[in-house]
C-alpha cells in the first residue's frame, strides 16, 4: 500500500478519509490538481488586470465593506489582514484530529480549481499537515455562514508566519517552524485570504468525524445490547426478521440481523423462558438502534456531497469567464443534519441507559445491584447514575443550534447557520455515548456471571473472555471510575471490523 494520497485525485469518501488518518498518509497534490489550480489563478490575474469592475473580497472589502473599493497596490495587504483581524476563535483547544481534517479537507476544496489561490498555497497546507506541525485553533467563533472564519483563520494563521502552533509536543510560535523547515511565509494573492477563510471544513471536518465515530458505535451498541439482552434473560423473538419485514426500515433490519448473528448458538437465548415479554429498552432495540443507523446514513450522505464541494466565495469559473458571489459558504445543510444526528445519538445513550437500569434492579434471578451482598456492597448502583447524568446532558446538547439565527456583519450576513454550534456538540455527545457504553459493558458482563453456567453465543464469550482480562468480576466494592475508564480504553483498542 502506497503511504501517499494525492489530493485531488478523486472525491473523498469516508473510507478514504480513514485510511488517510488511521495509516498516517502524507499528502501530495495531484498533476491534475495542479493544473486545475494554475489554470485558475491565471484567469484571476488576468481578470484582475483588466478588468475595472469591482469584484467581491478581490478588489473590494469584505462584509459590508464590499463596497469599499481597494487599489491594486493594497490587494495583497487586505488578504493578509483579512486573515489576521479574522483570527478570532476562542474557548477550547480543538483536538489534532480535526485539525488534520480541517486542513485535508480545505486542501482538497481548494485542489478543484475554482477558488483563485496560488499552488504554493495549498503545497504549504500540505507541508504543515504532512510535517505534523499542528495550527491551533478552538472551538468557539464560527457562526457557520461567511462559512467557519474565524477557526479557518486560526487555522491559517501559520502560512503567513503569525499564530501559534504544537509541533513535536511543544507550543511554539509557527514562524520559528517555519524557519527550522526553511519555508518563507506565503505572500497572499487577491483572493487567497478569503478562499482559506471562507468554506465549510470547521463545520465539515467535526462532521466526518463524527459520521466515522457514529458508525463505529452502532456496532458497539449492538454488541453490548446482546449481552445486556442475554443478561437479562430476554426474548428473541423481536429480532425475527419477519417482523421487521412488517416494517421494512432499512435501520431496524439491519440491526435485528445483527443481534441475531451475534447471539447465534447461546444457551441463554433459546431457554425456556417465564416471561412473554420484555420492556422497551430490550424489546425495542431493532427499532431505536436502527432509526438512529438511518438518520446517520442520511448525515454521511449530505456530508459526502459537502467534502467534495467548493465551499468559499467568490467562486471563479475559468472556462466561463464568470466570478461570481453566491452562498456556498452558508452551513445551513449541515447545521440541520447535525441536530438531526445530535438526537439520533443521543438517543443510543438513552436506551442503554433504561437498559442499565433494568439489569440492577434485582429482576429475572439477578441481585440487586449485580451484587451477591448488597447492602455491605451499593454494587452496580453508582455507575447508573453517571450514566443518567450524561443522558440527561446530551439531553441539553439536542437543542437545535440550527433553529437559532442572529444577525452579522452589520446586517450584511443576517441570517446564518449555527451549524458550528452543532457540530461542537456532536463531538460531546460523543464522548459521553462512550462512557456511557462502558458502563451498559461493566452491568451486562457483571450480570452474565450470575448466569454461569449457561452461556451465551460463543462470539460474546469470546469477547467477554478478552474483557475480563482488563476489567475483573466485582465480588465486593471497588473504586468504580477506575473500572469505567479501563472499560473506555477496551472498548477503543480492540477492532469492530468483524461486526458486519
Not at 480543538?94 to 475554482?114: E, N, Q, R
Request: overall charge neutral; aromatic content about 8%.
Amino acid at each position: 500500500m502506497s503511504n501517499v494520497y494525492q489530493i485531488g485525485s478523486g472525491r473523498l469518501t469516508f473510507e478514504v478519509i480513514e485510511k488517510i488518518i488511521n495509516n498516517n498518509l502524507k499528502l501530495n497534490l495531484s498533476p491534475e490538481a495542479i493544473e486545475r489550480i494554475r489554470k485558475c489563478r491565471d484567469y484571476l490575474d488576468k481578470k484582475i488586470a483588466s478588468s475595472e469592475a469591482p469584484m467581491y473580497g478581490i478588489t473590494t472589502g469584505f462584509g459590508s465593506l464590499c463596497n469599499k473599493t481597494i487599489s491594486p497596490d493594497e490587494l495583497n495587504r487586505l488578504q493578509e489582514n483579512l486573515v489576521k483581524s479574522h483570527a478570532c476563535s476562542v474557548g477550547e483547544e480543538i483536538p489534532p484530529v480535526i485539525i488534520k481534517l480541517m486542513m485535508l479537507l480545505k486542501a482538497h476544496a481548494l485542489s478543484l480549481g475554482y477558488s483563485g489561490v496560488q499552488v504554493i498555497t495549498v503545497q504549504r497546507i500540505l507541508d504543515l499537515y504532512n510535517n505534523d506541525v499542528m495550527p491551533i485553533v478552538y472551538d468557539r467563533g464560527s457562526l457557520g455562514a461567511s462559512g467557519d472564519l474565524a477557526p479557518l483563520a486560526n487555522l491559517f494563521l501559520p502560512l503567513i508566519g503569525a499564530g501559534d502552533v504544537y509541533y513535536q509536543g511543544k507550543k511554539r510560535e509557527a514562524m520559528s517552524v517555519l524557519q527550522e523547515f526553511g519555508w518563507k511565509p506565503v505572500k497572499l494573492k487577491s483572493k487567497e485570504g478569503l478562499a482559506l477563510l471562507n468554506g465549510t471544513q470547521f463545520m465539515s471536518a467535526n462532521g466526518v468525524y463524527a459520521i466515522i465515530k457514529a458508525l463505529e458505535f452502532t456496532k458497539k451498541s449492538d454488541l453490548i445490547a446482546s449481552l445486556s439482552l442475554e443478561a437479562f434473560d430476554g426474548l428473541i423473538d423481536p429480532f425475527m426478521d419477519c417482523i421487521q419485514q412488517m416494517r421494512p426500515h432499512p435501520g431496524q433490519i439491519d440491526t435485528a440481523k445483527r443481534i441475531r448473528q451475534l447471539l447465534e448458538g447461546s444457551e441463554l437465548i433459546v431457554r425456556k423462558k417465564e416471561h412473554i415479554q420484555d420492556p422497551y429498552s430490550f424489546r425495542c432495540i431493532p427499532q431505536v438502534h436502527g432509526a438512529t443507523k438511518d438518520a446517520i446514513r442520511y448525515a454521511a450522505d449530505v456530508l459526502l456531497t459537502e467534502i467534495n464541494s467548493v465551499t468559499d466565495n467568490p467562486t471563479i469559473f475559468p472556462d466561463e469567464d464568470k466570478i461570481i458571489s453566491g452562498g456556498n459558504f452558508h452551513g445551513q445543510p449541515m447545521a440541520i443534519v447535525f441536530d438531526f444526528l445530535a438526537t439520533a445519538l443521543a438517543e443510543l445513550g438513552n436506551i442503554s441507559e433504561r437498559r442499565v437500569a433494568q439489569l440492577i434492579m434485582g429482576l429475572r434471578g439477578l441481585p440487586e445491584f449485580l451484587v451477591a451482598n448488597p447492602g455491605v456492597n451499593s454494587g452496580f448502583m453508582i455507575p447508573q447514575y453517571a450514566a443518567a447524568s450524561m443522558v440527561s446532558q446530551n439531553k441539553m446538547y439536542c437543542y437545535a443550534a440550527s433553529s437559532d439565527s442572529i444577525v452579522s456583519s452589520n446586517g450584511q450576513e443576517d441570517h446564518v447557520s449555527m451549524g458550528a454550534n452543532g457540530a461542537t456538540k456532536l463531538f460531546k455527545i460523543l464522548n459521553n455515548l462512550e462512557l456511557i457504553y462502558a458502563v451498559e459493558l461493566m452491568n451486562a458482563a457483571q450480570g452474565l456471571d450470575f448466569r454461569k453456567p449457561v452461556k451465551t453465543s460463543p462470539l460474546l464469550e469470546n469477547f467477554l473472555h478478552e474483557y475480563r482480562k482488563e476489567v475483573p468480576f466485582i465480588k465486593d466494592d471497588i473504586i468504580m471510575y477506575k473500572e469505567i475508564h479501563k472499560t473506555v480504553a477496551f472498548l477503543n483498542r480492540i477492532s469492530f471490523d468483524w461486526i458486519d
